[in-house]
């Protein structure tokens, strides 16, 4: 019940924040319609409040215009009110030490250092962990450039079966690498994005003898460049 209670008020809150921004002209319902991929007559609905406005559309919404969900619930908004308890935020385990360019492979620390989301609790995420990329990392730039931070899903059904489609974070003779995984035969190719980085991660790994869940730990499925980290804790200390 709680959790329904926050979204709920987090989605009334982001269509009041989006109809004052189209009230002085920052945005357009034309605009909002093409930038989610919603028809005009939808999107108009939902600033009218004639429709509800689901989750997946409130995220889409906050990612493409960088809108952090505390940023809906400021002591301005709330007329000096303390936000409710809830607004914490979704919380998972940073990795210590930063992830690829040859570097040792990041590890859970102990306490274990925790890292709070900036937007809506994502649907989906399974045993996540958050890591930053290497500052020296860029074989997958564009789209992970170096210093960014990066949700990990590590369950077993992702990391057993490697697509091309997605990017991986492998680990080999305990360096970590950041790389685009196809399994062929009983070798795992890695491929990265941007030919010209260096380090690049290996091109070929030999799986004759090794658990691929020893080389594949996580499929990356969240990026994230406006999270709001928190000193290190314990984890039942949340």
Known sequence: MPDSIFLR?????????????????????????????????HIHNVL???????????????TLLDIPALSLFSQEKLAGRAPPARLSGTFTELLVGALGAGRPYPRIGNPAE????????????????????????????????????????????????PSPDYVYAINWENKGYLGRCLLLQKTLIVVADNPSARPQPPERIPLEGV???????????????????????????I
């Open 114 to 161: 925790r890292l709070r989301l900036g937007g809506p609790l994502l649907a989906g995420a399974v045993q996540p962990v958050a890591v930053q990329v290497s500052e020296h990392e860029d074989a997958m730039s564009p789209l992970i450039c170096p210093g960014d931070v990066i949700l990990l899903d590590r369950s077993p059904q992702q990391r057993m079966r």
């Open 48 to 62: 009218k409040g004639a429709r509800g406005v689901q989750i997946e559309l409130a995220d889409q919404i906050m």
């Open 9 to 41: 008020e987090l989605t009334s809150r982001l269509v009041a924040h989006l109809r004052e921004r189209v009230r002085r002209g920052e945005l357009t319902e034309r605009g909002l319609a093409r930038l989610t991929a919603y028809s005009q007559p």
């Open 211 to 237: 658990r691929l869940l020893d080389i594949v730990r996580g499929k990356v499925i969240w990026l994230g460049r406006e999270m709001d980290f928190l000193q290190s804790r314990p984890l039942n200390s």
